[in-house]
């Protein structure tokens, strides 16, 4: 028994070390390419006699930026500015950086996506995906997509264990990353309230809004367990609502690629 | 020309950042240095204080394939920038005269 501990223990260490690494590699190799991903996206939202412009000025603008988090949510900016000056509207604007920031993170967590898939086949029998209904827009019922972290033991009743892949990927948030899919696929946003599950009934800005619900709203989400974590949650989730705009969305995202990067590496 | 743009708190610490120096021409990233703003919120700012006249832009000289990166944009204040700056900060000054009866 021992053994086996001393293995897995060793298993998700050498998984850890792994997943930061390729993490920090594939977001040096890949932050040229998303940069002029971005920018050429924001440029082509503007008039046509400011794009040529623009598109040099933001590009000489982004090499004067030191290190490459920096680079990429300055980049991301760009996207914030060319919708205000093309006048475009906050929703269509929110779709736009939705689009481009996804398929940008999609690329950037693609290898260690299939990685991720393999450790969840390996460690234990089902699918790679798990999927549950969830309401979205204006009440409309979709798929979530995460990857599975949990197992069926079958025993007499059905039980769901949390498998020890299972257990890093929640701790690093990466089991949502397939939602970047539902982003892509126009249910969800990067940024919005919590899209609740059909059977929850705590009160959601989703019903009183034409918000999508997004990945992430806090950096640091509380999994609500009681009512008054329901009614913390509502309360910012209303906050957001009186504040929204592209500008607060990135500062949004910045701030939970921040922590990602940061201490949830750390945390393993 | 000549419009006055809408100054909001950003706008005034743009036009701060451009004051320090009037004779000074800065990059985009430069002003976002100094005044402490991000790019989303900068350009649109930029731009339209040039539409109004009140900044100027040039790009720096050379070729983008003999200096092998993208030129800057530098930008500095207008004479009628200037002036409009000071007008503002006059605008925003309470006058002597209406509190010193009180």
Redesign the interface.
Same mark, same amino acid.
């Given at each position: 028994m021992a053994v086996i501990w001393i293995v897995a223990v060793a298993i998700l260490g050498v998984l850890g070390a792994a997943i930061s690494r390729q993490i920090t590699d594939e977001f040096k190799a890949w932050t040229p390419w998303i940069i002029l991903g971005i920018i050429d996206r924001a440029v082509r939202m503007l008039p046509e006699d400011?794009r040529e412009?623009?598109a040099?000025?933001?590009?000489?603008?982004v090499?004067?930026?030191p290190g490459d988090v920096g680079k990429v949510i300055?980049?991301?900016?760009?996207?914030?500015?060319?919708s205000?000056?093309a006048r475009i509207p906050t929703a269509a604007g929110k779709r736009m950086v939705d689009t481009t920031l996804s398929a940008a993170a999609v690329a950037l967590f693609l290898p260690l996506s299939i990685v991720t898939a393999i450790f969840i086949k390996l460690d234990s029998p089902g699918p790679i995906f798990f999927r549950q209904e969830r309401i979205g827009r204006n009440g409309k019922r979709f798929q979530i997509m995460k990857f599975r972290t949990m197992s069926i033991v079958e025993d007499h009743a059905k039980v769901f264990r949390v498998t020890r892949v299972g257990r890093v990927l929640r701790r690093l948030r990466l089991d949502e990353l397939p939602q970047l899919l539902n982003v892509l696929a126009g249910d969800m946003s990067l940024v919005g309230p919590h899209p609740r599950s059909p059977n929850d009934r705590s009160p959601s800005v989703l019903h009183q809004s034409s918000l999508k619900p997004g990945i992430v709203l806090d950096a640091e989400p509380v999994a609500p367990v009681t009512s008054k974590d329901q009614e913390e949650r509502y309360k910012k989730e209303l906050a957001y609502l009186r504040n929204h705009s592209?500008?607060l969305d990135?500062k949004i995202v910045a701030r939970g690629v921040w922590r990602i990067l940061t201490d949830r590496v750390d945390a393993l | 020309m000549g419009k006055r743009p809408r100054i909001s708190s950003q706008t005034i610490t743009v036009l701060g950042a451009m004051m320090a120096s009037p004779a000074s021409e800065l &990059? $985009?990233?430069?002003i976002?240095k100094h005044a402490k703003l991000? &790019? $989303?919120?900068?350009?649109?700012i930029l731009?339209r204080l040039e539409e109004t006249g009140w900044l100027k832009s040039r790009w720096?000289v050379g070729d983008?394939t003999l200096l092998g990166?993208?030129?800057?944009?530098f930008y500095r204040i207008t004479a009628e920038g200037i002036k409009n700056v000071e007008q503002v900060i006059r605008d925003l000054t309470p006058k002597a005269e209406n509190w010193a009866w009180r």
């Open positions: 400011k412009r623009f040099e000025e933001w590009h000489s603008h090499n004067e930026i300055v980049a991301a900016g760009f996207l914030v500015a060319s205000r000056m592209l500008f990135l | &990059s $985009g990233a430069e976002a991000a &790019s $989303g919120t900068l350009y649109p731009l720096e983008p990166r993208p030129r800057r944009r």
